[in-house]
């Protein structure tokens, strides 16, 4: 069975595990709590060196990027799957996808914020600042994109994608640091949407065995 080393409240964690509940792979769940610093161990560093989650296992295949794992399970798992068949949609898939999981969560990582706090002294109010700053700086532009002739049930098809694997989580934490998202109707459409999904239910933060509260 694949094992997944993760955090309920791990954005790229999150991600995976909606992937494996889209697509009905039953896996074993290994919680690793950032907060307390399991991940820094050397007991995780010999599963892990890159000490990081979500940290995915399949036999001997180990992956501990969220985007490659994807990839991994489109591959062995075809349905249903988290690409649009079209190659102009695929292409806007990816590039909506990687402005989330390259431009917008590593603003907002737990390890970004920590160096924050602790190596240049952010107070709470600054971080908070830097959160909201870096959402609208992000979310913006994708609202703009994706409302743009939208007349699909998500956003660029019918079906669940990459986008939103991706987006939900961040969305995820946006409502947890309080940021408004009025402006982007489009976005919280899908989220909601989304969120009547079985798949995007058991992968919620608040579903997972470790789960601590916000």
């Not at 050397?42 to 994807?70: C, E, H, M, R, W």
């Not at 799957?81 to 806007?92: G, I, N």
Request: glycine share 2%; charged share 20%.
């Amino acid at each position: 069975m694949i094992q997944l080393y993760n955090y309920y409240r791990s954005s790229a964690s999150y991600r995976v595990r909606i992937a494996l509940h889209l697509k009905q792979i039953p896996f074993e769940y290994h919680a690793i709590n950032l907060r307390d610093g399991a991940h820094k161990t050397d007991t995780f560093k010999k599963i892990n060196t890159f000490q990081t989650v979500p940290y995915f296992i399949d036999g001997d295949i180990k992956l501990s990027q969220s985007l490659a794992i994807f990839d991994y399970l489109e591959n062995l798992h075809p349905e249903p799957t988290l690409y649009p068949k079209d190659p102009v949609l695929r292409a806007k898939a990816l590039e909506i996808t990687l402005s989330l999981v390259c431009d917008l969560h590593p603003l907002n990582n737990l390890k970004v914020l920590t160096y924050l706090r602790e190596k240049t002294n952010f107070n709470d109010e600054q971080i908070m600042s830097w959160m909201h700053h870096w959402f609208h700086q992000i979310l913006a532009p994708l609202e703009e994109m994706i409302s743009k002739n939208k007349q699909t049930r998500y956003a660029l098809t019918n079906s669940v994608t990459i986008v939103e694997l991706c987006l939900i989580p961040q969305l995820y934490n946006a409502h947890r640091f309080g940021v408004d998202l009025s402006k982007y109707p489009t976005l919280k459409t899908i989220e909601s949407t989304c969120l009547e999904l079985d798949s995007f239910q058991k992968a919620l933060p608040e579903n997972q065995i470790d789960y601590e509260g916000n």
